[in-house]
């Protein structure tokens, strides 16, 4: 079964926005994107206060689907869900699909938040990079979820933690999704970063 009000967590690059797309297509949700809300211009990140103000406003909706790992907004988010899906992948997957994501994003120029782009200088060569972020924070992402699962407060959340892309498809094929759905660039949702 799953709800009405999902958030999708895991590491940076695991594929917590490209699964959103197609569950909040299934279930006609509506996708709020945390690092939308997080942003502003020339990659800077909003006051902190304002965060949360944006969380609550757009997570006050009946029917969402939330992705994102922001632990400063978890007492905004998990409280009113209903539904936790934790892509919980190795290092290696994760680097691929944020290699395939940031090179396709770079070319594309593709704009992301508040104008904000990719560039190959902020991808590979700095110490702000996704890469250096993802190597940093993917153990720690990782080992706090058992435990703050486990507490009384979110043992309402029906939780889906999954271990691999062939994992997650499968799941969403037994919600609906057809295993080989196809993302907006013709490849399926979670092969495709």
């Given at each position: 079964m799953?709800g009405?009000?999902?958030?999708i ?8 926005t490209?699964?959103a797309q ?6 006609g ?6 690092d939308a809300?997080?942003?502003g211009p020339?990659?800077?990140p909003?006051?902190?206060?304002e965060f949360?103000?944006r ?7 009946e029917?969402?689907?939330v992705?994102?790992n922001?632990?400063?907004l978890?007492?905004?988010v998990?409280?009113r869900a209903?539904?936790?899906v934790?892509?919980?992948?190795h290092?290696?997957?994760i680097?691929w699909r944020?290699?395939r ?14 104008g904000?782009?990719?560039?190959f200088?902020n991808?590979?060569l700095?110490r ?10 993917h153990?720690r992402?990782?080992?706090?979820y058992p435990e703050?699962?486990?507490?009384p407060?979110n043992a ?9 892309p062939?994992?997650t498809e499968?799941w969403l ?7 080989n759905?196809d993302d907006?660039?013709?490849r ?5 970063l």
């Amino acid at each position: 079964m799953i709800g009405d009000r999902i958030v999708i967590v895991g590491s940076t690059g695991s594929g917590k926005t490209t699964l959103a797309q197609p569950l909040s297509a299934l279930r006609g949700l509506p996708r709020i994107e945390l690092d939308a809300l997080h942003w502003g211009p020339n990659w800077t990140p909003v006051p902190r206060e304002e965060f949360r103000a944006r969380a609550a406003r757009t997570g006050a909706a009946e029917r969402w689907v939330v992705d994102g790992n922001y632990s400063q907004l978890r007492d905004i988010v998990w409280p009113r869900a209903n539904t936790l899906v934790c892509l919980d992948y190795h290092l290696p997957v994760i680097y691929w699909r944020l290699l395939r994501r940031t090179v396709t994003r770079v070319l594309a120029g593709a704009e992301l938040y508040a104008g904000n782009r990719e560039s190959f200088r902020n991808a590979f060569l700095s110490r702000d990079s996704l890469f250096v972020w993802a190597m940093q924070t993917h153990r720690r992402r990782r080992r706090p979820y058992p435990e703050e699962l486990a507490r009384p407060e979110n043992a309402h959340l029906d939780v889906h933690r999954f271990g691999s892309p062939n994992v997650t498809e499968r799941w969403l094929a037994e919600i609906g999704v057809p295993p080989n759905a196809d993302d907006a660039r013709g490849r399926g949702i979670m092969q495709g970063l």
